[in-house]
């Protein structure tokens, strides 16, 4: 049987704490960061499972293994939860804490908790893609077992250029909802 206060729960689950949503334009652009961040990814966990992904050292194709493989394996995933947290900025466990988190659950969440580091994150992302991507698509330093490779490489990577300029938009968005009447 459902209680009372399960059923508010619920209600509040699913509504923002002041009853405005996040523009359409903005949860959209929420769920394209994750997608945005997954092709890198799933090109790192191949090389992580030990496939060369066509990246050739000294003549032979590349192979990682041990501790190597799972920090792979790991920015991966890390980058993905990070990429997922975005959706907290236009859904409501972004303004409220979910209740089943120990110590926080059900406390609302300031709005420059959000904001500063979503911002920070941004400007972050911006700087690391610049560098990263200085060479890019030359991919300087890597030799590949042909053009094919480079090319899986490149359209794999790409996608994380708008991670910065989503992220930043997104959290505009949030700023404007929370912060401005």
Same mark, same amino acid.
């Given at each position: ?18 009853? !405005?949503?996040? $523009?359409?334009? &903005? =949860? %959209?652009? @929420?769920?394209?960061?994750?997608? *945005? ?70 406390? !609302?969440?300031? $709005?420059?908790? &959000? =904001? %500063?580091? @979503?911002?920070?994150?941004?400007? *972050? ?57």
């Amino acid at each position: 049987m459902v209680t009372q206060t399960t059923k508010i729960d619920e209600a509040e689950d699913r509504t923002s704490r002041d009853g !405005r949503a996040a $523009p359409r334009w &903005a =949860v %959209v652009a @929420a769920h394209l960061v994750p997608l *945005a961040t997954l092709p890198s990814g799933l090109w790192r966990v191949g090389l992580a499972l030990g496939f060369s992904m066509g990246l050739v050292i000294d003549g032979t194709p590349a192979h990682v293994e041990g501790g190597e493989a799972v920090s792979i394996a790991a920015l991966s995933i890390v980058c993905e939860l990070l990429a997922l947290l975005t959706l907290g900025l236009v859904r409501p466990w972004g303004e409220r804490v979910p209740r089943w988190i120990p110590l926080l659950g059900g406390r !609302r969440v300031h $709005p420059m908790a &959000a =904001v %500063v580091p @979503a911002a920070a994150g941004a400007v *972050a992302l911006q700087a690391i893609w610049a560098y990263a991507f200085r060479g890019f698509p030359d991919v300087a330093g890597f030799d590949f077992a042909g053009g094919f490779w480079q090319l899986v490489l490149v359209v794999c990577y790409m996608p994380l250029l708008l991670w910065a300029p989503l992220l930043a938009v997104v959290t505009w968005a949030y700023y404007r909802r929370r912060c401005r009447g």
